[in-house]
């Protein structure tokens, strides 16, 4: 089946600095991609909606100068989390659209943990 | 606007024993569908999806789920559960012209031995 691969898995940064999460589409062309938020024990959170070669629709609330997305081209979306807090912390997971596919199937990566310290 | 709810926070079931979980749906068209498992840690696996056409789709690790429209449900079903099913269960809608998953609140399910 279709695969949707995120890299790191883990990563642990100093606060204040910068972090990037890639979001890839392995087998498939995904001009919209989303990333999500997941608090434990809790459902996923939508962030942006990344569209290739343009802008990312951001979530009310959603920080877009914090949270930098680029989505350069048809297999590759990331997440850039700037200046880095504690409260960043939490486990980001990415998604692909198939252009491909039938309807709208959705595919999801396999998650990545931020851990600020 | 779009919604999906799942009724069960929790489901423990037995090993062996048959699952039914339950996601009802509001949206005025009929929605593309799909159920996700998660497993603890991990991202999210597509179990099943319904489109259009027959009601009854079946998934992967033998789930199925059931669409009925007159009861806006689509709900999951095991016959028996395995000790790996134990993860949490999203179900979840995109409206047919739209891109957005809409998430249900998941259901986590436990399995005894």
């Known amino acids: 089946g279709a695969v949707v691969s995120q890299h790191p898995s883990w990563v642990i940064c100093k606060s204040g600095t910068s972090v990037k999460i890639e979001c890839r589409s392995l087998d498939f062309q995904a001009t919209t991609m989303f990333w999500y938020r997941q608090f434990p024990k809790q459902s996923l959170m939508l962030m942006a909606t990344s569209n290739e070669g343009s802008k990312a629709t951001y979530e009310q609330g959603v920080e877009k100068d914090k949270f930098l997305i680029n989505h350069a081209s048809l297999t590759l979306s990331t997440l850039t989390v700037t200046s880095a807090h504690p409260e960043d912390s939490s486990f980001y997971i990415c998604?692909?659209?198939?252009?491909?596919?039938?309807?709208?199937?959705?595919?999801f990566g396999e998650g990545s943990w931020l851990t600020v310290v | 606007a779009q919604s999906v709810t799942q009724p069960d926070i929790h489901i423990t079931v037995s090993e062996g024993a048959s699952l039914e979980l339950r996601c009802n749906y509001s949206y005025g068209a009929t929605p593309y569908l799909f159920w996700y498992v998660q497993s603890p840690g991990q991202g999210l696996q597509l179990l099943l999806k319904?489109?259009?056409?027959?009601?009854l789709v079946q998934g992967i690790k033998g789930f199925e789920a059931e669409f009925k429209r007159s009861q806006s449900s689509f709900n999951l079903r095991k016959p028996s559960v395995h000790w790996s099913d134990a993860a949490e269960y999203f179900c979840?809608?995109?409206?047919?012209?739209?891109?957005?998953?809409?998430f249900g609140g998941g259901t986590r399910v436990l399995v005894k031995p």
């Open positions: 979840a809608l995109i409206k047919a012209a739209g891109n957005k998953l809409t």
């Open positions: 319904y489109f259009s056409g027959d009601t």
């Open positions: 998604s692909a659209r198939d252009d491909g596919g039938p309807g709208n199937t959705i595919y």
